[in-house]
T-cell receptor
Framework: DAKTTQPNSMESNEEEPVHLPCNHS???????IHWYRQLPSQGPEYVIH???SNVNNRMASLAIAEDRKSSTLILHRATLRDAAVYYC???????????FGQGTRLTINP | DTEVTQTPKHLVMGMTNKKSLKCEQH?????MYWYKQKAKKPPELMFV???????INESVPSRFSPECPNSSLLNLHLHALQPEDSALYLC??????????????FGPGTRLTVT
């Protein structure tokens, strides 16, 4: 199974953009890149997913490298509510499960 | 309605007790999941149901028994648990069980303590 690598923790300031990196150098051509986050004392929450092209939604943007070996989740203007653990997960074509890695703990300073 | 509900929110049980966790969704999703999450760790998949049939059991001990009575409900029956089974139990659902294509919606979890 292809794995993802994320920094253990990151820190940013409120109202600034945040770029959360993820490496997945062994990704295969049909694997989707998913991002979830888990706020304190809550279940994980879907953020965004994509295959090749950059993706945008109301929560975030996903920038995927041309070789697909890395991706970046972009929070355009962080708020205190964005403090969470962010998980980058590969969704394998034909698989029925997501395997969570350790994730990145994001701290937002006021 | 994009909500997955779980009851109870908290549960304390002795090692000889039998209890059940309940999960419900009304999004018409055909895949449902149980995860276990220990403190400061990522969620770990336990079971996957697809169209009300068990499709994945991640070698979970038999003291955990899942049940999917219908497409909206998922139960986890607990019997003879050990203190190390204390954790947050998360339920999730998705439109279909394809991990590549469909996002999962998670409930808030049941915090289980085994004494």
């Amino acid at each position: 199974d292809a794995k993802t690598t994320q920094p253990n923790s990151m820190e940013s300031n409120e109202e600034e953009p945040v770029h959360l990196p993820c490496n997945h150098s062994t990704i295969s051509g049909t694997d989707y890149i998913h991002w979830y986050r888990q706020l304190p004392s809550q279940g994980p929450e879907y953020v965004i997913h994509g295959l090749t092209s950059n993706v945008n939604n109301r929560m975030a943007s996903l920038a995927i490298a041309e070789d697909r070996k890395s991706s970046t989740l972009i929070l355009h203007r962080a708020t205190l509510r964005d403090a969470a653990v962010y998980y980058c997960i590969l969704g394998y074509q034909g698989a029925q499960k997501l395997v969570f890695g350790q994730g990145t703990r994001l701290t937002i300073n006021p | 309605d994009t909500e997955v509900t779980q009851t109870p929110k908290h549960l304390v049980m002795g090692m000889t007790n039998k209890k059940s966790l309940k999960c419900e969704q009304h999004m018409g999703h055909r895949a449902m999941y149980w995860y276990k999450q220990k403190a400061k760790k990522p969620p770990e998949l336990m079971f996957v149901y697809s169209y009300e049939k068990l499709s994945i059991n991640e070698s979970v001990p038999s003291r955990f028994s899942p049940e999917c009575p219908n497409s909206s409900l998922l139960n986890l029956h607990l019997h003879a648990l050990q203190p190390e089974d204390s954790a947050l139990y998360l339920c999730a659902s998705s439109q279909e069980s394809s991990a590549a294509h469909y996002e999962q919606y998670f409930g808030p979890g049941t915090r289980l303590t085994v004494t």
